[in-house]
């Protein structure tokens, strides 16, 4: 199982906010945005800050799936 942060980017879709936005906003570095974005591990610090910064819980941003699944939509 990994994690999947889709549910992050389409929260920021529908907030109209870019990647850039909350990395501002929360105070994350570059590297930290492109570690969500490749659906790698992050702290819980990161994950305190982009839930407090949007106002929801770790399940509105995050969800566990098998692996296979994040390989196919990297492809």
């Not at 969500?36 to 399940?59: A, P, Q, R, W």
Request: proline fraction near 1%; include cysteine; glycine fraction near 2%.
């Amino acid at each position: 199982m990994r994690v999947s942060y889709k549910k992050l980017w389409k929260l920021l879709i529908d907030r109209d906010m870019k990647k850039k936005d909350l990395q501002l906003a929360a105070g994350l570095s570059s590297t930290t945005i492109a570690k969500l974005s490749n659906h790698e591990n992050v702290s819980m610090d990161v994950l305190i800050k982009v839930c407090t910064l949007l106002g929801v819980d770790f399940c509105d941003i995050m969800e566990l799936v098998p692996d296979q699944t994040i390989e196919r939509d990297k492809s």
